[in-house]
């Protein structure tokens, strides 16, 4: 790898499980009037790789990286390890990368080398017609960041820092994504960069547009994952990480129209964490939130 390579170009990762949604992805990479030398690194597995390679042949610059079982951390790993130019952005196959974003993250990388930066973003929820731009320029710092994982029951999160709108240089001392986990895994990859000494700055320009499903995030949820977060944020703290458990995993689930999986989720929460008093109240509270929002919801 030559030093021109390194100082001129970007890798773009992109892990797929096939959705439609690549192609708005990839023609919305192609939009940016600032991507000069670039490689759009796939991972997905060898049905959909194929599949890719004959819908897009026009895009010459496309890597395809094999990879059989569904695993967004290992696809991020696996991604990263194959890119070739020393600056590195990951986006997701269902949200749609902004123009300019390449220079913007090119700008402030040549400012600070030690730091991941992350995007704003146009936040969309699927089905409803709120736009919302989510991020501001800011430096974060750890203390402020880990409370994300403790908010009050009814609060918004502090941050909103998506992986998928993120770039860093190329660096064999960056964290590797946990591979344990099924969701959240954006959050932990965050903790473990300031552990190692990395900076997470923001820029307040958006740089995405995000789409978000709540249904489809709460189908994510399951009880191993919680268990590895625990493990995960115990090592820092062990009252947050039962804050966590108890006030965070269930909250999402709560507000969502899925009564069946909120039950089984609230019954191997107790079954696995042994709840204390003052937690058993806190899982009576979202219980009714959960039997108040689907009541409300069926109003409308």
């Known amino acids: ?46 049905k959909i790789c194929k599949k890719i390679k004959q819908s897009y042949s026009e895009y010459k610059c496309i890597k395809l990286v094999i990879q059989e079982k569904a695993s967004i951390s290992k696809s991020r790993n696996k991604g990263i390890s194959h890119c070739k130019f020393n600056i590195i ?32 973003a146009q936040f969309n929820v699927i089905g409803r017609k709120m736009k919302v731009q989510l991020g501001a320029n800011q430096r974060i710092n750890f203390e402020d960041y880990k409370n994300i994982f403790k908010p009050k029951i009814l609060s918004k999160q502090d941050f909103f820092l998506q992986v998928g709108n993120s770039a860093f240089l190329n660096n064999t001392q960056l964290p590797k994504f946990n591979e344990k986990i099924a969701y959240l895994e954006d959050q932990i990859w965050i903790l473990d960069l300031f552990q190692k000494g990395f900076e997470v700055n923001q820029i307040e320009e958006i740089t995405l547009e995000y789409f978000f499903s709540r249904e489809r995030a709460n189908c994510r949820w399951d009880i191993v994952t919680e268990k590895e977060i625990f493990m995960r944020l115990n090592k820092i703290d062990s009252v947050l990480a039962r804050k966590y458990v108890f006030k965070r995993s269930l909250k999402s689930l709560a507000l969502s129209l899925n009564k069946n999986l909120f039950n089984k989720a609230k019954l191997e929460i107790t079954r696995e964490f042994q709840p204390r008093l003052k937690e058993k109240l806190q899982i009576l509270f979202l219980s009714v939130i959960n039997i108040c929002f689907r009541v409300w919801r069926k109003q409308f």
């Open 1 to 46: 790898m030559t030093t021109k390579e390194l100082s001129k170009g970007i890798s773009i990762v992109i892990p797929t499980i096939g959705r439609d949604s690549i192609t708005n992805v990839l023609n919305s990479i192609h939009l940016d009037e600032t991507l000069i030398q670039h490689e759009i690194v796939i991972v997905a597995n060898s």
């Open 89 to 120: 952005s990951l986006v997701d196959d269902d949200d749609l990368w902004v123009n300019g974003r390449t220079k913007l993250f090119q700008d402030e990388l040549q400012i600070n080398q030690k730091a991941v930066v992350f995007g704003s």
